[in-house]
Protein backbone atom coordinates (compact mmCIF):
# COMPACT_ATOMS: atom_id res chain seq x y z
CA UNK A 1 0.00 0.00 0.00
CA UNK A 2 1.40 3.41 -0.79
CA UNK A 3 2.77 5.70 1.88
CA UNK A 4 -0.23 8.10 0.59
CA UNK A 5 -3.02 5.90 1.22
CA UNK A 6 -2.04 4.73 4.64
CA UNK A 7 -1.92 8.21 5.77
CA UNK A 8 -5.08 8.55 4.50
CA UNK A 9 -6.39 5.34 6.27
CA UNK A 10 -4.63 6.87 9.46
CA UNK A 11 -6.38 9.90 9.16
CA UNK A 12 -9.40 8.54 8.77
CA UNK A 13 -9.18 5.95 11.21
CA UNK A 14 -8.19 9.06 14.01
CA UNK A 15 -11.25 11.13 12.93
CA UNK A 16 -13.35 8.24 13.11
CA UNK A 17 -12.07 7.57 16.89
CA UNK A 18 -12.32 11.15 18.06
CA UNK A 19 -15.35 11.40 16.42
CA UNK A 20 -16.93 8.73 18.57
CA UNK A 21 -14.51 9.25 21.81
CA UNK A 22 -16.45 10.10 25.37
CA UNK A 23 -13.75 13.09 25.60
CA UNK A 24 -13.85 16.71 23.63
CA UNK A 25 -11.22 17.39 21.23
CA UNK A 26 -10.41 20.42 19.70
CA UNK A 27 -7.31 21.50 17.60
CA UNK A 28 -6.26 24.66 17.01
CA UNK A 29 -3.38 26.05 14.94
CA UNK A 30 -0.90 28.64 16.10
CA UNK A 31 -3.14 31.48 15.81
CA UNK A 32 -5.22 29.77 18.38
CA UNK A 33 -8.18 28.92 15.58
CA UNK A 34 -10.09 25.71 15.80
CA UNK A 35 -8.78 23.47 13.09
CA UNK A 36 -10.47 20.61 14.72
CA UNK A 37 -13.54 20.18 16.18
CA UNK A 38 -15.32 16.64 17.10
CA UNK A 39 -19.01 15.82 17.84
CA UNK A 40 -18.65 15.57 21.73
CA UNK A 41 -17.30 19.30 21.25
CA UNK A 42 -20.70 19.88 19.48
CA UNK A 43 -22.62 18.16 21.90
CA UNK A 44 -20.98 20.49 25.13
CA UNK A 45 -20.88 23.51 23.39
CA UNK A 46 -23.60 23.80 21.59
CA UNK A 47 -21.88 24.59 18.23
CA UNK A 48 -21.90 22.86 14.97
CA UNK A 49 -18.33 21.91 13.45
CA UNK A 50 -18.92 24.22 10.70
CA UNK A 51 -19.48 27.20 12.62
CA UNK A 52 -16.75 26.54 15.00
CA UNK A 53 -13.89 26.01 12.64
CA UNK A 54 -11.40 29.00 11.92
CA UNK A 55 -12.27 31.13 14.96
CA UNK A 56 -10.96 31.47 18.16
CA UNK A 57 -11.97 30.13 21.71
CA UNK A 58 -12.56 33.39 22.60
CA UNK A 59 -14.77 34.06 19.59
CA UNK A 60 -17.04 30.82 20.27
CA UNK A 61 -16.71 31.61 24.20
CA UNK A 62 -17.27 35.29 25.07
CA UNK A 63 -17.65 34.15 28.68
CA UNK A 64 -13.82 32.79 28.35
CA UNK A 65 -11.85 35.64 27.45
CA UNK A 66 -10.68 36.25 31.20
CA UNK A 67 -10.38 32.42 31.84
CA UNK A 68 -6.67 31.88 33.00
CA UNK A 69 -6.92 28.57 31.01
CA UNK A 70 -7.06 30.73 27.74
CA UNK A 71 -3.11 31.62 28.46
CA UNK A 72 -2.32 27.87 28.70
CA UNK A 73 -3.42 27.34 24.94
CA UNK A 74 -0.86 29.70 23.77
CA UNK A 75 1.53 28.34 26.34
CA UNK A 76 0.94 24.64 24.69
CA UNK A 77 1.32 26.16 21.16
CA UNK A 78 4.91 27.43 22.63
CA UNK A 79 5.61 23.77 23.99
CA UNK A 80 4.71 23.05 27.31
CA UNK A 81 1.61 20.81 28.50
CA UNK A 82 -0.97 21.35 31.17
CA UNK A 83 -2.79 18.99 32.96
CA UNK A 84 -5.72 19.77 34.86
CA UNK A 85 -8.29 17.85 37.02
CA UNK A 86 -11.72 18.81 38.17
CA UNK A 87 -11.36 21.87 36.48
CA UNK A 88 -14.92 23.67 37.03
CA UNK A 89 -16.66 25.00 34.06
CA UNK A 90 -17.65 28.34 33.18
CA UNK A 91 -19.54 27.80 30.14
CA UNK A 92 -22.09 25.71 32.12
CA UNK A 93 -22.94 24.52 35.17
CA UNK A 94 -20.00 21.57 34.96
CA UNK A 95 -16.91 20.04 35.62
CA UNK A 96 -14.16 18.23 33.28
CA UNK A 97 -10.58 17.37 33.52
CA UNK A 98 -8.21 18.54 30.67
CA UNK A 99 -5.16 18.18 29.14
CA UNK A 100 -3.58 21.36 26.78
CA UNK A 101 -0.14 19.53 24.33
CA UNK A 102 1.31 21.31 21.80
CA UNK A 103 0.63 19.72 18.59
CA UNK A 104 3.67 18.37 16.57
CA UNK A 105 3.90 17.86 12.28
CA UNK A 106 5.90 14.24 11.22
CA UNK A 107 8.66 17.22 11.15
CA UNK A 108 8.44 17.56 15.04
CA UNK A 109 7.73 21.18 14.24
CA UNK A 110 4.56 22.55 16.81
CA UNK A 111 1.67 23.64 14.20
CA UNK A 112 -0.83 24.32 17.06
CA UNK A 113 -2.11 22.69 19.75
CA UNK A 114 -4.97 19.70 21.46
CA UNK A 115 -7.46 20.13 23.82
CA UNK A 116 -8.73 17.09 25.42
CA UNK A 117 -11.20 17.65 27.69
CA UNK A 118 -13.54 14.57 29.77
CA UNK A 119 -16.90 15.50 31.13
CA UNK A 120 -17.09 14.29 34.87
CA UNK A 121 -20.08 16.47 36.18
CA UNK A 122 -21.70 12.78 37.05
CA UNK A 123 -18.56 11.77 39.02
CA UNK A 124 -17.93 14.92 40.34
CA UNK A 125 -21.78 15.30 41.43
CA UNK A 126 -21.53 11.80 43.07
CA UNK A 127 -18.33 12.07 44.86
CA UNK A 128 -19.98 15.43 46.43
CA UNK A 129 -22.81 13.57 47.53
CA UNK A 130 -20.67 10.57 48.93
CA UNK A 131 -18.86 13.53 50.74
CA UNK A 132 -22.01 14.79 51.67
CA UNK A 133 -23.31 11.46 53.18
CA UNK A 134 -20.28 10.98 54.86
CA UNK A 135 -19.74 14.25 56.62
CA UNK A 136 -23.59 13.31 57.65
CA UNK A 137 -22.91 10.06 58.68
CA UNK A 138 -19.92 11.51 60.49
CA UNK A 139 -22.00 13.70 62.14
CA UNK A 140 -24.80 11.89 63.08
CA UNK A 141 -22.70 9.19 64.39
CA UNK A 142 -20.96 11.81 66.46
CA UNK A 143 -24.60 12.31 68.31
CA UNK A 144 -24.97 8.78 68.63
CA UNK A 145 -21.84 8.10 70.13
CA UNK A 146 -23.13 11.74 72.38
CA UNK A 147 -26.21 10.54 73.12
CA UNK A 148 -24.73 6.79 73.97
CA UNK A 149 -22.51 8.13 76.18
CA UNK A 150 -24.80 10.37 77.90
CA UNK A 151 -26.72 7.55 78.72
CA UNK A 152 -24.03 5.61 79.74
CA UNK A 153 -23.41 8.35 82.56
CA UNK A 154 -27.39 8.34 83.45
CA UNK A 155 -27.43 4.54 83.60
CA UNK A 156 -23.83 4.68 85.19
CA UNK A 157 -25.02 7.45 88.18
CA UNK A 158 -28.78 7.09 88.16
CA UNK A 159 -29.48 6.19 92.15
CA UNK A 160 -31.76 3.66 91.07
CA UNK A 161 -31.79 -0.15 90.27
CA UNK A 162 -31.10 -0.39 86.84
CA UNK A 163 -30.44 -3.56 84.98
CA UNK A 164 -31.20 -5.58 81.45
CA UNK A 165 -31.71 -8.90 80.73
CA UNK A 166 -32.34 -11.25 77.59
CA UNK A 167 -35.40 -13.39 77.06
CA UNK A 168 -34.35 -16.12 79.89
CA UNK A 169 -34.09 -13.48 82.23
CA UNK A 170 -30.84 -13.34 82.26
CA UNK A 171 -28.74 -9.76 83.61
CA UNK A 172 -26.35 -8.69 80.61
CA UNK A 173 -25.62 -5.33 81.87
CA UNK A 174 -26.45 -3.93 85.20
CA UNK A 175 -25.34 -0.37 86.97
CA UNK A 176 -23.31 0.93 89.36
CA UNK A 177 -26.00 1.18 92.04
CA UNK A 178 -27.57 -2.48 91.75
CA UNK A 179 -23.88 -3.47 91.60
CA UNK A 180 -23.64 -2.30 95.28
CA UNK A 181 -27.13 -3.55 96.32
CA UNK A 182 -26.48 -7.36 94.82
CA UNK A 183 -22.56 -7.97 93.89
CA UNK A 184 -21.01 -8.58 90.51
CA UNK A 185 -24.47 -10.37 89.00
CA UNK A 186 -23.81 -9.99 85.06
CA UNK A 187 -23.87 -13.57 83.30
CA UNK A 188 -26.77 -14.82 86.21
CA UNK A 189 -30.19 -15.56 85.50
CA UNK A 190 -32.92 -13.74 87.91
CA UNK A 191 -33.08 -17.07 89.56
CA UNK A 192 -29.63 -17.32 90.37
CA UNK A 193 -29.47 -14.31 91.98
CA UNK A 194 -33.16 -13.91 93.39
CA UNK A 195 -34.62 -17.59 93.71
CA UNK A 196 -37.60 -16.04 95.78
CA UNK A 197 -38.75 -14.11 92.93
CA UNK A 198 -39.40 -17.41 91.03
CA UNK A 199 -43.04 -17.17 90.18
CA UNK A 200 -43.92 -13.87 92.12
CA UNK A 201 -45.25 -10.70 90.59
CA UNK A 202 -41.57 -9.24 89.95
CA UNK A 203 -41.29 -12.20 87.57
CA UNK A 204 -45.08 -12.00 86.10
CA UNK A 205 -44.10 -8.03 85.60
CA UNK A 206 -40.89 -9.23 83.34
CA UNK A 207 -42.20 -11.72 81.78
CA UNK A 208 -44.91 -9.04 80.50
CA UNK A 209 -42.45 -6.99 79.29
CA UNK A 210 -40.74 -10.01 77.31
CA UNK A 211 -44.07 -9.77 75.63
CA UNK A 212 -43.59 -6.31 74.52
CA UNK A 213 -45.56 -4.71 77.50
CA UNK A 214 -44.50 -1.76 79.49
CA UNK A 215 -45.39 -1.74 83.04
CA UNK A 216 -45.01 -0.25 86.19
CA UNK A 217 -45.37 -2.05 89.87
CA UNK A 218 -45.77 0.19 92.85
CA UNK A 219 -44.72 -0.09 96.39
CA UNK A 220 -43.29 -3.60 95.93
CA UNK A 221 -41.86 -4.83 99.20
CA UNK A 222 -37.38 -5.63 99.11
CA UNK A 223 -37.23 -9.69 99.98
CA UNK A 224 -33.48 -8.70 100.95
CA UNK A 225 -33.70 -5.81 103.31
CA UNK A 226 -36.82 -3.97 104.62
CA UNK A 227 -37.87 -1.49 101.94
CA UNK A 228 -40.31 -0.70 99.55
CA UNK A 229 -39.42 0.26 96.04
CA UNK A 230 -41.54 1.41 92.23
CA UNK A 231 -40.53 -1.08 89.52
CA UNK A 232 -40.59 0.24 86.26
CA UNK A 233 -40.77 -2.47 83.25
CA UNK A 234 -39.97 -1.64 79.58
CA UNK A 235 -39.44 -3.94 76.69
CA UNK A 236 -36.14 -3.71 74.57
CA UNK A 237 -36.58 -4.33 70.84
CA UNK A 238 -34.23 -4.41 67.56
CA UNK A 239 -34.30 -3.15 64.34
CA UNK A 240 -37.14 -5.22 63.33
CA UNK A 241 -39.09 -3.99 66.41
CA UNK A 242 -38.89 -7.66 67.76
CA UNK A 243 -38.45 -7.66 71.35
CA UNK A 244 -34.81 -9.13 72.81
CA UNK A 245 -35.14 -8.16 76.50
CA UNK A 246 -36.22 -6.18 79.17
CA UNK A 247 -35.15 -2.78 80.92
CA UNK A 248 -36.05 -3.34 84.47
CA UNK A 249 -35.64 0.11 86.70
CA UNK A 250 -35.43 -0.15 90.58
CA UNK A 251 -36.81 3.23 92.30
CA UNK A 252 -36.04 3.24 95.70
CA UNK A 253 -39.22 4.83 97.58
CA UNK A 254 -38.67 3.96 101.26
CA UNK A 255 -37.97 6.76 103.01
CA UNK A 256 -40.86 8.53 100.89
CA UNK A 257 -43.30 6.25 102.22
CA UNK A 258 -42.24 6.38 105.60
CA UNK A 259 -42.65 9.99 104.51
CA UNK A 260 -45.96 9.43 103.72
CA UNK A 261 -46.88 7.33 106.57
CA UNK A 262 -45.87 9.69 108.87
CA UNK A 263 -47.76 12.46 107.45
CA UNK A 264 -51.25 10.04 106.70
CA UNK A 265 -50.76 9.60 110.67
CA UNK A 266 -49.75 13.51 111.10
CA UNK A 267 -52.85 14.39 109.04
CA UNK A 268 -54.83 12.12 111.46
CA UNK A 269 -53.54 13.86 114.32
CA UNK A 270 -54.32 17.31 112.48
CA UNK A 271 -58.06 16.24 111.94
CA UNK A 272 -58.84 14.94 115.73
CA UNK A 273 -57.19 18.24 116.80
CA UNK A 274 -59.37 20.14 114.35
CA UNK A 275 -62.30 18.11 115.98
CA UNK A 276 -61.18 19.29 119.22
CA UNK A 277 -60.71 22.74 118.60
CA UNK A 278 -63.67 22.94 116.79
CA UNK A 279 -65.69 21.32 120.21
CA UNK A 280 -63.52 24.37 122.02
CA UNK A 281 -64.61 26.91 119.95
CA UNK A 282 -68.46 26.15 120.17
CA UNK A 283 -68.11 25.84 123.79
CA UNK A 284 -66.20 29.06 123.76
CA UNK A 285 -68.63 30.66 121.94
CA UNK A 286 -71.36 29.61 124.54
CA UNK A 287 -69.71 29.51 127.88
CA UNK A 288 -67.55 33.07 127.60
CA UNK A 289 -70.80 34.90 125.91
CA UNK A 290 -72.70 34.20 128.33
CA UNK A 291 -71.00 35.99 131.47
CA UNK A 292 -70.28 38.82 128.87
CA UNK A 293 -73.78 38.93 127.78
CA UNK A 294 -74.79 39.15 131.68
CA UNK A 295 -72.07 42.05 132.50
CA UNK A 296 -73.71 43.87 129.33
CA UNK A 297 -77.42 43.39 130.73
CA UNK A 298 -76.90 44.34 134.00
CA UNK A 299 -74.29 47.67 132.68
CA UNK A 300 -77.34 48.80 130.03
CA UNK A 301 -79.73 48.15 133.57
CA UNK A 302 -77.03 50.37 135.96
CA UNK A 303 -76.63 52.60 133.22
CA UNK A 304 -80.54 53.04 132.35
CA UNK A 305 -82.03 52.86 136.11
CA UNK A 306 -79.12 54.42 137.94
CA UNK A 307 -77.11 56.37 135.86
CA UNK A 308 -78.26 59.65 137.06
CA UNK A 309 -77.53 58.85 140.45
CA UNK A 310 -73.72 58.23 140.19
CA UNK A 311 -71.30 60.81 140.90
CA UNK A 312 -69.13 61.87 137.88
CA UNK A 313 -66.13 59.67 138.58
CA UNK A 314 -68.81 56.96 138.54
CA UNK A 315 -70.18 57.68 135.28
CA UNK A 316 -67.06 57.20 133.63
CA UNK A 317 -66.09 54.53 135.16
CA UNK A 318 -69.70 53.23 133.80
CA UNK A 319 -69.38 54.49 130.33
CA UNK A 320 -65.60 52.74 129.74
CA UNK A 321 -67.24 49.21 131.52
CA UNK A 322 -69.67 49.36 128.68
CA UNK A 323 -66.81 50.34 126.23
CA UNK A 324 -64.80 47.64 127.65
CA UNK A 325 -67.38 44.82 127.46
CA UNK A 326 -68.26 45.66 124.06
CA UNK A 327 -64.37 45.54 122.68
CA UNK A 328 -63.97 42.12 125.12
CA UNK A 329 -67.58 40.80 122.68
CA UNK A 330 -65.62 42.05 119.57
CA UNK A 331 -62.66 40.38 120.55
CA UNK A 332 -64.42 37.42 121.65
CA UNK A 333 -66.46 36.98 117.99
CA UNK A 334 -63.32 38.15 116.06
CA UNK A 335 -61.23 35.69 117.41
CA UNK A 336 -63.82 32.92 116.96
CA UNK A 337 -64.41 33.74 113.22
CA UNK A 338 -60.78 33.85 112.88
CA UNK A 339 -60.18 30.01 113.53
CA UNK A 340 -63.74 28.83 112.14
CA UNK A 341 -62.13 30.76 108.98
CA UNK A 342 -59.71 27.99 108.58
CA UNK A 343 -60.89 24.92 110.04
CA UNK A 344 -64.03 24.48 107.89
CA UNK A 345 -63.38 22.38 104.98
CA UNK A 346 -63.64 23.69 101.44
CA UNK A 347 -66.51 23.27 99.05
CA UNK A 348 -65.53 24.61 95.44
CA UNK A 349 -68.10 26.17 93.22
CA UNK A 350 -68.56 28.70 91.31
CA UNK A 351 -69.12 32.19 92.20
CA UNK A 352 -70.37 35.58 90.48
CA UNK A 353 -68.58 38.64 92.05
CA UNK A 354 -71.62 40.00 90.90
CA UNK A 355 -73.77 38.66 92.99
CA UNK A 356 -71.36 39.38 95.77
CA UNK A 357 -70.79 43.30 95.30
CA UNK A 358 -74.97 43.62 94.90
CA UNK A 359 -74.92 42.16 98.44
CA UNK A 360 -72.20 44.14 99.90
CA UNK A 361 -73.65 47.46 98.29
CA UNK A 362 -76.84 46.69 100.04
CA UNK A 363 -75.34 45.81 103.34
CA UNK A 364 -73.56 48.73 103.55
CA UNK A 365 -76.04 50.81 101.56
CA UNK A 366 -73.81 52.10 98.64
CA UNK A 367 -74.90 53.63 95.67
CA UNK A 368 -73.49 52.36 92.49
CA UNK A 369 -71.40 54.81 91.57
CA UNK A 370 -69.55 54.43 94.88
CA UNK A 371 -68.08 50.78 93.39
CA UNK A 372 -66.75 49.67 89.95
CA UNK A 373 -66.40 46.14 88.74
CA UNK A 374 -65.94 43.97 86.12
CA UNK A 375 -68.51 40.46 86.16
CA UNK A 376 -66.08 37.38 86.97
CA UNK A 377 -67.12 34.09 87.34
CA UNK A 378 -64.80 32.50 90.56
CA UNK A 379 -64.40 28.95 91.68
CA UNK A 380 -64.18 28.43 95.60
CA UNK A 381 -66.36 28.52 98.56
CA UNK A 382 -69.01 30.82 98.21
CA UNK A 383 -68.91 32.10 101.80
CA UNK A 384 -65.50 32.42 102.21
CA UNK A 385 -65.70 34.59 98.93
CA UNK A 386 -68.21 36.65 100.78
CA UNK A 387 -66.50 37.01 103.77
CA UNK A 388 -63.14 37.87 101.96
CA UNK A 389 -65.11 40.59 99.95
CA UNK A 390 -66.83 41.81 102.59
CA UNK A 391 -64.02 42.03 105.17
CA UNK A 392 -62.19 44.14 102.35
CA UNK A 393 -64.93 45.86 101.22
CA UNK A 394 -66.21 46.80 104.61
CA UNK A 395 -62.51 48.31 105.18
CA UNK A 396 -63.19 51.08 102.66
CA UNK A 397 -67.04 52.14 103.72
CA UNK A 398 -65.28 52.22 107.44
CA UNK A 399 -61.91 54.36 106.33
CA UNK A 400 -63.58 56.49 103.53
CA UNK A 401 -62.14 60.08 103.99
CA UNK A 402 -64.55 62.77 105.12
CA UNK A 403 -63.23 65.09 102.29
CA UNK A 404 -64.75 62.92 99.34
CA UNK A 405 -67.16 60.60 98.26
CA UNK A 406 -66.32 57.11 98.54
CA UNK A 407 -65.05 55.17 95.54
CA UNK A 408 -64.35 51.61 95.24
CA UNK A 409 -62.32 50.05 92.23
CA UNK A 410 -62.54 46.60 91.73
CA UNK A 411 -60.04 45.04 88.61
CA UNK A 412 -58.98 41.33 87.61
CA UNK A 413 -56.52 39.91 85.53
CA UNK A 414 -55.81 36.14 84.44
CA UNK A 415 -52.23 34.56 84.24
CA UNK A 416 -50.65 31.32 84.40
CA UNK A 417 -47.86 29.69 87.12
CA UNK A 418 -45.93 26.67 86.31
CA UNK A 419 -45.60 24.35 89.38
CA UNK A 420 -43.76 21.06 89.26
CA UNK A 421 -46.44 18.98 90.60
CA UNK A 422 -48.69 19.46 87.86
CA UNK A 423 -48.32 18.99 84.06
CA UNK A 424 -50.18 21.86 82.95
CA UNK A 425 -49.57 25.35 84.10
CA UNK A 426 -52.34 26.88 86.74
CA UNK A 427 -54.46 29.44 85.98
CA UNK A 428 -54.00 32.29 88.02
CA UNK A 429 -57.01 34.96 89.07
CA UNK A 430 -55.44 38.34 90.34
CA UNK A 431 -58.12 40.36 92.13
CA UNK A 432 -57.20 44.67 93.18
CA UNK A 433 -59.45 46.43 94.88
CA UNK A 434 -58.56 49.97 95.68
CA UNK A 435 -60.17 52.61 97.96
CA UNK A 436 -59.84 56.61 97.62
CA UNK A 437 -60.03 56.63 101.60
CA UNK A 438 -57.76 57.76 104.31
CA UNK A 439 -55.53 54.84 103.55
CA UNK A 440 -52.47 54.60 106.17
CA UNK A 441 -48.95 55.05 106.09
CA UNK A 442 -46.83 52.34 103.80
CA UNK A 443 -44.80 50.96 106.79
CA UNK A 444 -47.82 49.15 108.06
CA UNK A 445 -48.35 47.33 104.62
CA UNK A 446 -47.73 44.07 106.31
CA UNK A 447 -48.17 44.66 109.66
CA UNK A 448 -51.84 45.21 108.95
CA UNK A 449 -52.54 41.51 108.36
CA UNK A 450 -51.22 40.54 112.28
CA UNK A 451 -54.20 39.65 114.60
CA UNK A 452 -56.20 42.29 116.88
CA UNK A 453 -53.73 44.92 114.79
CA UNK A 454 -55.03 48.29 114.53
CA UNK A 455 -53.60 51.62 113.41
CA UNK A 456 -56.34 53.85 114.83
CA UNK A 457 -57.97 54.08 117.96
CA UNK A 458 -61.17 52.25 118.64
CA UNK A 459 -63.05 55.15 119.57
CA UNK A 460 -62.35 56.98 116.39
CA UNK A 461 -62.80 53.70 113.96
CA UNK A 462 -64.56 50.83 115.91
CA UNK A 463 -63.49 47.26 115.01
CA UNK A 464 -61.41 44.59 116.50
CA UNK A 465 -58.24 44.11 114.01
CA UNK A 466 -59.06 40.61 112.70
CA UNK A 467 -60.52 41.10 109.38
CA UNK A 468 -57.54 41.10 106.93
CA UNK A 469 -55.93 38.62 109.07
CA UNK A 470 -58.92 36.33 107.96
CA UNK A 471 -58.29 37.45 104.43
CA UNK A 472 -54.78 36.24 104.58
CA UNK A 473 -56.37 33.00 106.32
CA UNK A 474 -58.78 32.59 103.60
CA UNK A 475 -55.95 32.85 100.66
CA UNK A 476 -53.36 31.17 102.08
CA UNK A 477 -55.78 28.23 102.39
CA UNK A 478 -57.02 28.68 98.29
CA UNK A 479 -52.80 28.14 97.71
CA UNK A 480 -52.54 32.10 96.73
CA UNK A 481 -51.04 35.34 97.84
CA UNK A 482 -52.26 38.75 99.16
CA UNK A 483 -50.66 41.80 99.76
CA UNK A 484 -52.01 45.49 101.13
CA UNK A 485 -50.08 48.86 99.98
CA UNK A 486 -51.93 52.12 101.64
CA UNK A 487 -51.01 55.87 101.30
CA UNK A 488 -52.08 58.35 103.92
CA UNK A 489 -54.93 60.90 102.37
CA UNK A 490 -54.80 58.40 99.08
CA UNK A 491 -56.02 55.16 99.75
CA UNK A 492 -55.94 51.48 100.10
CA UNK A 493 -55.24 48.95 97.37
CA UNK A 494 -55.46 45.38 98.43
CA UNK A 495 -54.02 42.64 95.75
CA UNK A 496 -54.90 38.75 96.08
CA UNK A 497 -54.27 36.14 93.69
CA UNK A 498 -55.28 32.14 93.71
CA UNK A 499 -55.35 29.62 91.55
CA UNK A 500 -58.59 28.53 89.57
Not at 237 to 259: A, R, S, W
Request: glycine share 6%; charged share 25%; hydrophobic share 35%.
Amino acid sequence: MHTTSVHSLTTKMVEFLSDNSFDIIVGYDTESKVVYWNKMAEAWFGISKEAAMGRTIEQLVPSSKDDPRVRYLSEAIEGKEYILMEVESKFRDAYYSQKILPWRNDAGKISGAVVIARDLTKEVVRANQIHDLNSELTKQNQLLEEKSQLLQAIFDTSPDFMGVLDKDLRYISINKSFELYAGNIVGKTLYEVFPQHSDSNYEKLLRKGLEGESNVYKNYAYTLRDGYCNLHVSPLKDHDGKVFGVLMVTQDITELKHLNDQLAENNDQLENINIELSSFTAAANHDLRKPLNKIQVFADFLHNKEFNNLSDTGKQYMQRLMSATRDAQGILSGTLDYYSSFMKVDSNEVVSLKEIIQLLISKYQLTEDMIAFEEVMITGNSKRLYTLFDQIIGNSVKFKSPERSLKIIITHGWSTRKISAFKEPLRILEISVKDNGIGFNEAYNEKVFDVFFKIHATHDYPGNGIGLSICRKIINKKGGMIVAEGKEQEGTTVKFSFPQ
